[in-house]
Structure formats: C-alpha cells, structure tokens
C-alpha cells in the first residue's frame, strides 16, 4: 500500500510539473502572436474629396456666343436678306448667312457641341456649302426646335440650301442634283385603333 501511494504521488508532482510548461508556453506564444498582430495593422487614411464645379469658361463662351449673334444679326433672323427656313420630321430651322471664316452657330452654341459631335449630323450641316466649295466663305446663325438632333440637323441643311439660292440663282441647278432642295415629307405614321403600332396587330389565334 505504501508503494502505490507513493508512487501515486510522485505521478501526480509529475503530471503537475509537465502540465505548467505547456500553459507557460502558450502564454509567451500569445504575447508575442498581439504583438505581432498588431505591428501588422494598417493605419487607415480617411481622405474626403469635394465635387469640382463646372468650368466656367464653357459659360462664357455661349455668353459670348449669344453676344456675338445677337450684335452680328441687329432686328432678328427675320431681317436678314440672306435667310432660309428648312423643316424634317417635326423639326424647323430658320438660317441666316453672312459672309465669315465658316462659324456654324446653333442655338447660340457652336454646331460640334450643339450636334453632340456626331460626324453624321455635322455632315449633314456641312454638306449644301461643300458642294458650292463655300466652306470658309460664310458664317452661319441658326435656331432650330422641336424634333429629335437627326430631324433638326437635315432641316438646318434644308434652311441653307434655300438661304444659298438668295446668294445666286445660279446655285439652283448644283444644289437641286444633290437632292438638298428636296422637302423629305416623311414622318412617322400613326397608331391606328385595335393594332399595337401604325402596321403591327396583336397575334392571332384561331381557338
């Protein structure tokens, strides 16, 4: 008996002994794992960035522009003597000429701008002065409304080709083979009453 209880508690000082390096040791792992956690945190920035203003020299150039108009056409579009009213779709433009470096101004902003730099519609604009080769011989003054920028850049071409003809009568014949003395009568055809559209119908069913 007095074996087994010896040799119980020498078992027992060992277990106790053995047990305290391990809680030892993780306690020093733990240490050293906050310390190293937290040299790796980033500091964080907080940076805060204002919303830029519009520039204002796009202001002051259609404020110009309106100047410009205004002082180049005294009395208005209407009494100018070269003017031309063209009209597409829903769209009408009244156009004066006046002899320049080839300014186009639409609604008091210049046409790329006003155009939203779309090759096709500028061409449209462009194309009565190159066919008579007066790209940089006139400037041009436009107002134009109602319709979509398609119908209201062929109704500006209409207004020229029509303001050009009080230049010359000459310009007639150059001008009428290029088609750009030609009214497109084409609109948009109504919704007729049962149908989905002006030609579509709902979908038929026999049963």
């Not at 309106?66 to 009395?75: A, N, W, Y």
């Not at 597409?88 to 701008?113: F, M, P, T």
Request: charge should be positive.
């Amino acid at each position: 008996m007095a074996i087994s209880v010896a040799s119980l508690t020498s078992s027992f000082g060992c277990l106790s002994f053995s047990s305290a390096k391990p809680y030892a040791v993780s306690l020093t792992h733990s240490k050293q794992l906050s310390l190293s956690l937290t040299s790796k945190i980033p500091s964080l920035v907080v940076s805060a960035s204002v919303a830029e203003a519009p520039a204002p020299e796009e202001l002051e150039t259609r404020e110009e522009l309106l100047k410009l108009v205004k002082s180049r056409l005294p009395g208005g579009f209407a009494a100018q003597p070269l003017h031309g009213t063209g009209r597409r779709k829903s769209a009408s433009a009244r156009v004066v000429l006046q002899e320049g470096s080839g300014k186009i101004i639409i609604n008091y902003r210049d046409a790329k701008e006003y155009l939203q730099g779309n090759p096709l519609w500028i061409q449209y604009v462009k194309t009565p002065l190159a066919t008579l080769g007066y790209e940089a011989s006139y400037d041009i003054f436009v107002k134009v409304e109602g319709g979509g920028l398609s119908g209201q850049a062929q109704a500006i071409s209409l207004g020229i080709a029509r303001a050009l003809l009080k230049v010359s009568e000459s310009h007639r014949k150059p001008l009428r083979e290029e088609g750009l003395l030609t009214r497109d009568a084409r609109v948009v055809e109504r919704k007729k009453v049962g149908l989905k559209k002006a030609r579509k119908r709902p979908q038929f069913s026999k049963r």
